[in-house]
């Protein structure tokens, strides 16, 4: 099941690769660890998006003003019954963004952009970059370069929230001028227990 207890208040980002070898994307407040992040993107990009990945960031990036509060279940639709019921334990909660914040002199709330620049500073532990191959992720604990996780990866994979599971990688991110490389294998990131047993609240 997604998003142990402990996980609620993780910071997180969704990012889209951008020209080079940067990185420029969204804040997402809640629910940021690997085990909840990952089965949610696998999915949506399996199903909901059709393996769409251009189609999927114009969703999650894109087309939000300031940022996610947390993204939902609506994430699965079109997934499997069996997996959704896996990955949710039952329930169903909705993406949330943060459209409603109220600032202290009641001007509207700026977009909370995530950078390849900035991403360090803003102190999230997390940051999930999309690109054709997969999903790089990057564990703040090491800054740089993360893990690949190949985008056919099965979402019921137990995913570790541990960042010495995530390490940097020595070489530089792909540039984005390429999108037919070889699909990579699974993140090393993929944690050596059984299914997910804790609850999501």
């Known amino acids: 099941m997604l998003a142990p207890e402990n996980s609620l208040s993780t910071h997180s980002f969704i990012a889209r690769p951008t020209p080079g070898t940067g990185y420029s994307g969204i804040h997402v407040q809640l629910d940021g660890v690997p085990s909840n992040h990952l089965p949610l993107l696998l999915a949506a990009y399996q199903y909901k998006f059709g393996r769409d990945v251009e189609a999927m960031a114009q969703h999650l990036i894109d087309d939000i003003a300031v940022g996610w509060d947390e993204l939902g279940a ?36 700026v977009r909370m952009t995530v950078t390849d620049t900035t991403a360090s500073d803003l102190g999230m532990p997390w940051g999930y970059i999309l690109h054709p191959q997969g999903i790089e992720v990057i564990s703040m604990a090491h800054t740089g370069t993360g893990p690949l996780v190949a985008w056919d990866t099965d979402p019921n994979t137990p995913f570790s929230d541990y960042p010495a599971h995530w390490p940097a990688i020595t070489t530089r991110r792909t540039p984005t001028t390429s999108r037919t490389a070889r699909p990579p294998r699974p993140a090393a990131g993929a944690a050596p227990t059984g299914p997910r047993t804790a609850a999501r609240r």
């Open 74 to 109: 609506d994430l699965l639709d079109d997934a499997p019954p069996t997996l959704v019921a896996t990955l949710t334990g039952g329930e169903h909660w909705p993406s949330r963004t943060l459209d409603h914040l109220i600032t202290p002199d009641g001007s509207p709330p």
